[in-house]
């Protein structure tokens, strides 16, 4: 059964790469998008906080944006049937960070790969070797425009149970990082140039003090600015009210980067 997921999973990787006339080809500016299924609408409302949070006309805004998601990415599983659940839950992570800017796209994305679980880096999620761990992942490489996802997660970031943690944000925030040629936790492509030392200096600091167990921003943040500026939009996207009160200098930086205020929501 490993061996059968593994050949499944290059095959899709191998396909992706060859070129997206295979899979899902990007809409053109000449092809008319097509509105919102009703039934994605109401997935919205039921699984989304962010989306119920807003006004009539940004809850448009909002849906069409889905809609150009869904239309133009190619979302498919391994060792599993992707349903619509899924699909609203991917586009509603890609589209939550980028909401503040109206002409955004990912030009670097054409597929997302959704697994049951969390895998290992040989792309496996059975097996007794305890190196399941990833959640999500940013392809590199030969897996340059994928994106891989654990379902498990994918979904409880959109519970109510999920604090200040949302995977599907996560790596699209990365993705976002990536859009500029290097993931480095300075997104140049959403902050002016002017903006870019102040933010360097802020994540330093703030990383020290997790260093030292003095924030309660995710350890994990400590990793690299990459990993910094994934998880603090985690932390904006689903608890901008206590990132505000307990982190408003680092608030005001990313609801700058992202255009966005979502405590005053």
Known sequence: ?????????????????????????????????????????????????????????EKQKFEGMIAGFIQSIR????????????????????????????????NNLTNVILYPDAFNNDFQFEGEDGSRNIMGMVGSGFMNGQMLLSRAALRNGFSSSSGKQNTGIHEFVHLLDKSDGATDGVPENLLPHEYAAPWLKM??????????????????????????????????FEKPEQLQNKHPELYQQLSRLFAQDPAAE
Do not use: C
């Open 1 to 57: 059964m490993t061996s059968f997921i593994v050949v499944a999973v290059i095959v899709i990787l191998l396909l992706a790469f060859i070129g997206v006339k295979l899979f899902g080809k990007k809409r053109s500016a000449e092809t008319p998008l097509q509105p919102l299924d009703s039934n994605y609408k109401q997935l919205l409302t039921e699984h989304v906080p962010y989306f119920q949070k807003l006004d009539e006309p």
């Open 75 to 106: 979302i498919e599983g391994v060792g599993l049937e992707v349903d619509d659940v899924d699909r609203v839950l991917v586009a509603a992570s890609a589209v939550i960070p980028i909401f503040g800017y109206n002409e955004w796209r990912y």
């Open 203 to 236: 994540m330093h600091q703030e990383i020290n003090r997790i260093e030292k167990g003095k924030s309660d921003i995710n350890p994990y943040a400590a990793t690299n600015e990459a990993e910094f500026l994934a998880v603090a939009a985690e932390y904006f």
